[in-house]
């Protein structure tokens, strides 16, 4: 079975209990954690932060794709 498209403007954020379609422009900052497992933390307009298992450029390059495609 396939992966579902991801809308344009939206980008999948997967954290251990979660996977997320969530609005680019929703987020508000991205940084990652230091130490062994370097944890990307996303914080949305909403105040809610998420922990997420992606690298720090791996997720610019999943925000970029998502900006400009179409």
Not at 19 to 25: G, H, K, N, W
Not at 39 to 59: C, Q, S, W
Request: hydrophobic share 40%.
């Amino acid at each position: 079975m396939s992966e579902p498209k991801i809308p344009h403007g939206f980008v999948m954020i997967y954290t251990e209990t979660h996977s997320i379609c969530m609005r680019v422009d929703h987020i508000v900052s991205v940084a990652v954690s230091c130490g062994v497992n370097h944890t990307l933390h996303i914080t949305t307009r909403d105040g809610e932060n998420y922990k997420a298992a992606y690298g720090f450029e791996e997720f610019l390059k999943l925000l970029d794709a998502a900006i400009t495609e179409g």
